[in-house]
């Protein structure tokens, strides 16, 4: 795939100041060390940073791991000293709906199936209509 730039696009860069001062600068080569001058200075510089546990060794580490297991501990205290005992209800103590109410529902909502079949029988299978007849 072949870039098409436009064709005033050279005879800006040639008018253009800041290739001009790139046009003008010296190229510099490198000298024979540095490769080796720049593997010494990044290991110089590893060596003056700290792994994780020497940071949390240093005083603002032991603050801060201090404070937050001071909290935790006030917050585990806060939490268990509930002053209102909860005292669970039974299940026994719930007595269940009388049947005739349960009675009246089954027959509301078998009659809105019903109706809902007599609709659009295509809602329902076979066996369920035969249900819902007998």
Do not use: C, Y
Not at 36 to 44: A, E, F, H, V
Not at 53 to 81: D, E, F, H, N, R
């Amino acid at each position: 795939m072949k870039n098409h730039l436009p064709s005033d696009f050279d005879d800006e860069l040639d008018g253009d100041a800041v290739w001009n001062l790139i046009d003008q600068s010296s190229s510099l080569e490198p000298s024979g060390s540095f490769t080796q001058d720049t593997l010494r200075r990044s290991r110089l510089e590893e060596t003056g940073k700290s792994s994780w546990w020497q940071k949390i060794l240093t005083p603002i580490g032991l603050v801060s791991i201090s404070g937050t297991a001071v909290a935790a501990i006030a917050l585990m205290v806060a939490l268990k000293a509930d002053p209102t005992p909860v005292t669970p209800s039974l299940i026994a103590d719930h007595k269940p709906a009388p049947t005739e109410e349960w009675s009246e529902l089954e027959d509301q909502l078998a009659s809105a199936l019903l109706v809902t079949a007599s609709e659009d029988p295509s809602l329902f299978s076979d066996e369920e209509l035969v249900a819902l007849l007998f």
